[in-house]
């Protein structure tokens, strides 16, 4: 029997691409797939029992493509980087006008505008999406943020809306704008999670090292939390993480895991960008930085026996301090987040709706918490010059938990225990919060070293002052 054309087809079958062709098949679409090891082909289509009805399995590129409706739909789910560009190459010649090839990877946004222009040339589309969820989101309903052409986002819409995470209902996908902004805001998605997981993992350090907690009564604390505004999954995988035995021990999992996080680039190529265009976001740089020193296990190994804490006298905060501290902590790096985003959005001209995207993020992809709906709001409502920390509600919220973020830091400080990114966020809060700061002092500097100039409060234009002379006429 020969079967229908499919809906789309899906290139790569390792875990995300076999998770979402089963989810398209469920959903009741048609899925060609194949891979570049073709052996996996058949084991996949087993592990697909019943699903495998719905789907085209082809050995070839060639047979994949020709399996396909037109305009043809082709998701990617290869690593991103050479390959992708390596693949494009092969799958050029098999196209027409009018097709769209998407790359569900975690790409750089850079190489998506690039590559955007390079299908757009051919009449081809190319899309970037960012996918998040994992494993388990791309089975069962993932966020998606897409980025590419009308035309293109009409021909995945459908599918992607019914393979989506819901939220009372609502898909967790949107159309975001042209060529790289569903990747840039993957990645600053994936930002935010480095910065969220090292609050987290600053919060377990503060009571394991500084109130002696074990492991399991941590997981148990974050597991009450989940009842309270700090919902959210990356708490809960905590929370079950923290409570999980060792076989081989009987003790914590977490305690049998050295302390050595790994990263694959999303929260760097985050900063990277943020500074590029003049944004410092010091909540995910605190994230990035500390991964990198948690790699640096022998040298802190030496460092313990050399450098002395000099610790002062600092209790210990309660449970319900660090709830909110992490609350507080949590809305700034978000802000920082949507920081980065606004002004990629005025420098590539996206036009990216920050309260669509923060709800395609309340379900399905690894920051969803009960905050998301928060921030969804004030977005749609009046927001002062457009930062989420000037919503009235998001103010009133971080009034409430600033001083638990305070006394945590303090206490962190005195018992010397890192909190690089609970610290950040709350030095970024006061730095906000300062009409006047001090970087007149640091116009000085430059003026005086390398007469750099600069503005005066009581006049326009551009000054400099002659500082020796000055020194020594006052003196
Ligand atoms: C997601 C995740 C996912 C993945 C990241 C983590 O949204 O589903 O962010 O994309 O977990 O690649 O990146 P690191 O390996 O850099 O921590």
């Known amino acids: 029997m020969t079967k229908m054309k499919a809906d789309i087809g899906v290139y790569g079958l390792g875990t995300m691409g076999s998770a979402l062709a089963l989810n398209l098949a469920e959903s009741g679409f048609q899925v060609a797939v194949t891979n570049r090891e073709t052996d996996w082909i058949a084991t996949f289509m087993q592990k697909a029992g019943p699903l495998a009805e719905q789907l ?20 990617f789910m290869i690593p991103s980087g050479a390959p992708m560009d390596a693949m494009i190459d092969a799958v050029l010649p098999l196209l027409e006008k009018g097709d769209t090839i998407i790359d569900g990877g975690n790409a750089d946004f850079h190489d998506t505008r690039r590559r955007f222009k390079r299908l757009a040339d051919t009449g081809a589309h190319f899309v970037g999406m960012g996918v998040s969820g994992g494993e388990q989101g791309a089975r069962h309903g993932p966020s998606m943020m897409v980025g590419g052409t009308a035309h293109s986002w009409q021909q995945l819409k459908p599918m992607a809306e019914a393979i989506a995470a819901k939220y009372n ?4 996908v949107a159309h975001l704008g042209p060529d790289g902004a569903g990747h840039f805001v993957k990645t600053v998605h994936n930002g935010i999670e480095y910065a969220d997981m090292q609050m987290i993992a ?12 074990e492991a399991p009564r941590i997981g148990a604390l974050f597991e009450e939390w989940q009842n309270g505004p700090l919902e959210s999954y990356l708490i809960e995988v905590s929370a079950a993480a923290l409570q999980t035995m060792d076989a081989d021990t009987g003790l914590p999992v977490v305690d049998m895991i050295l302390d050595r996080a790994g990263q694959k680039g999303t929260g760097r190529w985050t900063l990277i960008e943020a500074l590029k265009m003049g944004q410092s976001a010091n909540t995910i740089e605190a994230a990035v930085g500390a991964r990198g020193w948690s790699s640096e296990k022998p040298v802190r190994e030496v460092a313990q026996t050399i450098l002395t804490a000099g610790t002062v006298q600092s209790d210990v905060p309660d449970a319900a301090e660090l709830e909110k501290a992490l609350l507080a902590a949590r809305i700034l790096a978000h802000a920082q987040g949507f920081r980065i985003l606004a002004a990629a959005s005025e420098e590539f001209d996206w036009a990216l709706d920050l309260a669509r995207i923060s709800e395609i993020w309340r379900a399905g992809c690894i920051i969803r918490s009960a905050l998301l709906d928060d921030f969804a709001q004030a977005f749609r409502d009046e927001l002062p010059m457009g930062h989420l920390i000037l919503s009235p509600a998001i103010a009133a919220m971080l009034a409430d938990a600033i001083p638990a973020l305070r006394r945590v830091v303090m206490a962190g400080a005195g018992l010397g225990t890192p909190l690089p990114a609970l610290s950040s966020a709350l030095a970024w809060y006061d730095s906000m919060r300062h009409a006047r700061g001090t970087a007149n002092l640091i116009q000085a500097q430059r003026d005086f070293f390398g007469a750099h100039g600069f503005a005066r409060t009581d006049q326009d234009g551009k000054f400099h002052a002659d500082w020796p002379t000055l020194a020594s006429e006052q003196a």
């Open 56 to 75: 085209t399995p082809a050995n070839t590129l060639e047979e994949f493509v020709a399996a396909l409706k037109t305009p043809r739909t082709i998701l």
């Open 202 to 213: 600053e919060v377990y350090g503060i009571l394991r090292d500084g109130a002696g907690w």
């Open 169 to 172: 209902g609502a898909p967790c």
